[in-house]
């Protein structure tokens, strides 16, 4: 193994992603452009152009066809990549569903954004957790190094259990935000990222075969328990994966749920992507003012680290969910899906929903301080005053 | 038997079969000649790809397929989408696509999944020139889901969301003319064909598979079930449908016409010939049956034109 220097580039969000791809050695790129995506295909264009990424680019009328070419692509045995936002993701949603069943490792980066009406080009992830049961592996980033990171390890993770991966960064706060970003030298990106070995191949004319045809009460079932499997044994493959890539780059993610000062807390901030970037500052300090505080970063939403989050909640007395979407007629999704976990385990700290920052709605220090004051007081009552609360809701 | 010489040399179908017994269409079926016609003209090493339509089924279900080549089944309105994914993936591998001895990617999806809910992605792959086939076989309704119109059912037909009745709910507007739309993308070879002339058809398949870029095919196919026609009789309408110029056959390539069948200098048969078979215009009142005459004469006038001038 040839010694790790990584290569430091100030870059935007969209960059990083771009970057990855090319690290990747991504074989066919179908895309159609979305704010705030587009600057991310714009950049591989610019590689195709430049002659430094051999990719076949498909610019497609629609990101329904993105979607779908990237699946034609990566059944005939390409490794794929599109990459979308808010509206378009929507739009491809009847395939995602494709991707997943026949059993298609394409990764894709979603910007979160607002979905319409009204218009919005703003933050929230209310786009990306809509696609909760489509079947893909959802990574949530929280700055630029972990854009790169995340589609790097989405590859080699969605490759081993033949299903898809979405790797999703914020709107705006990372996608054309420029920050330093370490990248791995290609030789490097090589090793850790072989050719892929598809699971099977439309070019291959050894026997004939069909993909996708009819199932019958018979054997669809089977097929669904299947996906169910392989979503359960891709918590395993991500950790090592992320172990793997710690001890090859230095920067561990063999955690679904990166935590910090869990151990003495008395509650911690939950959420996912850039919001917890603010959180982690916030609790640095709060730390120094006294306050009991940790944090954990959801990384993986899908597969859902059920067993990480039991942990959690075992040595705190509360847990603050921090939701920058919402579900209709019920409350945060991530608050909603860590209550569902926590039911059938002794441990239940109180757990309180904090919609925050939808649409691009700014979510800072002083606000995670402000949520802390009101949590401080949920923990000293031993009750929640409301379960769900929009936080900076005008009056 | 053995096949005299001057017979043999007249056969131009290719004699081996990649299309196998036990698939499930209807008897009488057009789609399933279609299939049976292309693998022969492409043989194994075929990547097929059907969206949602008749032909999903007649492959089979999971985990049996009747072709004798690879096959994706992929959602209604992708067909265009996928094929040009698959392109790509290949071109991407170092595999040799189309010519003689490349890798054929054939998209094979009915009226429906290709006029209507279709039309985009067919667009989009015309318009980017991938090198791959588009056969887009015309049963003129959507028959997988119980014969509704789609906008390549003709004027008068009955259709199950045009049934007739008392208050005349026919279909109203003639055929949609999706190979126009194709030639309007300047594509290098686009035709019609028809499974009542396979020689013509296959003769097009083989063509398709010569040019540079995107090739398209739109295929007469009956379906005796969706036409309310009996199941001896598909081969005979589709003759008709050429005969009286209702489909004529002809073929665009590089910007030129050149119709095929039936001969330019004869005049069509009436259109009452191809409607007596079918139990779908039995509706038709003698002013509908009139109408559809004229419009069938004038579009013939119209590709006659364009084949003197454009020829
Ligand atoms: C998005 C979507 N809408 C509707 C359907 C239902 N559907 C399946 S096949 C079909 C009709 C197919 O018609 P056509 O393409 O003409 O092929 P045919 O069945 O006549 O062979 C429809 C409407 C579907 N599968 N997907
Ligand atoms: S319904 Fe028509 S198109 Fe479908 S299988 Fe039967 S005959 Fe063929």
New binding site residues.
């Given amino acids: 193994m040839a010694e790790y220097k990584p290569i430091r580039k100030v870059v935007s969000g969209n960059y990083a992603a771009a970057y990855a791809v090319k690290h990747a050695r991504v074989q066919v790129v179908a895309a159609y452009p979305i704010t705030p995506q587009t600057s991310i295909i714009e950049k591989i264009a610019e590689f195709i152009a430049n002659g430094e990424a051999d990719i076949q680019y498909v610019p497609v009328e629609s990101e329904h066809s993105a979607m779908a070419a990237s699946i034609g692509a990566s059944a005939a045995g390409a490794r794929a990549f599109t990459a979308t936002s808010a509206q378009g993701l929507a739009l491809m949603h ?1 395939m995602l569903h494709w991707a997943s069943g026949a059993r298609l490792p394409v990764v894709m980066v979603d910007v979160n954004r607002a979905m319409a009406p009204p218009w919005s080009v703003w933050d929230d992830q209310t786009d990306s957790l809509s696609q909760r049961d489509t079947g893909w592996m959802q990574f949530y980033a929280e700055n630029n190094q972990e854009v790169y990171d995340g589609v790097l390890m989405a590859f080699k993770i969605a490759e081993t259990v033949n299903l898809p991966a979405m790797v999703i960064e914020s709107a705006f706060i990372l996608s054309h935000t420029y920050d330093v970003v370490e990248m791995i030298p290609q030789e490097l990106v090589d090793e850790f990222l072989p050719p892929r070995k598809p699971l099977y191949d439309l070019a291959d004319f050894s026997q004939p075969f069909s993909v996708g045809a009819l199932g019958g009460p018979n054997d669809y079932y089977e097929f669904r328990y299947k996906i169910a499997k392989a979503m359960e044994d891709a918590v395993k493959v991500i950790k090592d994966v992320g172990k793997e890539f710690g001890e090859r780059f230095g920067r561990d993610y063999s955690e679904m749920i990166e935590k910090g000062y869990v151990d003495d807390a008395d509650f911690v901030f939950m959420g996912m992507g850039s919001l917890m970037g603010t959180v982690k500052e916030a609790v640095e300090l709060l730390r120094k003012e006294g306050y009991k505080v940790g944090y954990a970063k959801v990384r993986w939403f899908r597969p859902f680290p059920k067993e990480e989050l039991r942990e959690i909640a075992e040595s705190v007395k509360g847990i603050a969910v921090l939701d920058r979407n919402y579900s209709f007629g019920q409350e945060g999704i991530l608050f909603n899906e860590s209550k569902g976990v926590l039911y059938n385990t002794d441990a239940r700290p109180i757990i309180k929903n904090y919609i925050v920052g939808l649409g691009g709605r700014d979510f800072t220090v002083p606000d995670v301080k402000a949520i802390a004051e009101n949590m401080k007081k949920v923990i000293e009552a031993g009750k929640l005053d409301r379960e769900v609360e929009w936080y900076h809701l005008k009056r | 038997m053995e096949i005299p010489e001057n017979v043999r040399k007249r056969l131009s179908i290719p004699a081996e079969e990649h299309f196998f017994a036990g698939h499930t269409a209807c008897q009488g079926c057009g ?1 399933s000649l279609g299939i049976r016609y292309v693998l022969k003209a492409y043989g194994r090493k075929t990547i097929f790809v059907i ?6 089924i007649i492959a089979g279900p999971w985990p049996y397929t009747a072709l004798d080549a690879n096959l994706f089944h992929t ?3 992708t067909t265009g989408a996928v094929i040009s994914g698959i392109e790509a993936a290949l071109k991407a591998r170092g595999i040799k696509v189309k010519g003689d001895d490349g890798v054929m990617v054939v998209g094979w ?10 039309l985009q992605a067919l667009s989009g792959f015309l318009e980017r020139g991938h090198d791959a086939v588009y056969i887009m ?9 119980g014969i ?1 119109r ?1 906008s ?1 059912t003709p004027y008068g037909a009955w259709t199950t969301n045009t049934p007739g009745g008392k208050r005349h709910f026919l279909e109203k507007r003639h055929k949609k003319k999706v190979i126009d739309i194709v030639i309007a993308h300047e594509v290098p070879y686009a035709a019609t064909a028809s499974v009542a002339f396979p020689e013509d058809f296959i003769r097009k398949l083989k063509k398709a598979r010569k040019v540079e870029g995107p090739a398209f095919i739109q295929l007469f196919a009956p ?1 005796p079930t ?1 036409w309310r026609s009996p199941t001896d009789k598909s081969i005979e309408i589709a003759r008709l449908a050429v005969q009286t110029a209702y489909f004529p056959l002809f073929e665009y390539e590089n910007g030129k016409y050149k119709i095929n069948m039936p001969s330019p200098k004869k005049e069509p048969k009436p259109i009452e010939e191809f409607l007596k078979l079918q139990g779908r215009f039995k509706y038709m009142t003698k002013e509908d049956i009139e109408n559809l005459q004229s419009w069938v004469l004038r579009e013939w006038e119209k590709l006659k034109k364009l084949a003197e001038v454009f020829g």
Wanted: negative net charge.
């Fill in positions: 009847e | 789609a969206p949602a339509c008749c032909s999903t959602a209604f309105e999806a009915g009226d429906g999944g290709t006029a209507d809910i279709g076989y015309d049963n003129e309704a959507y028959m997988n889901t509704q789609s390549s379906c969706g």
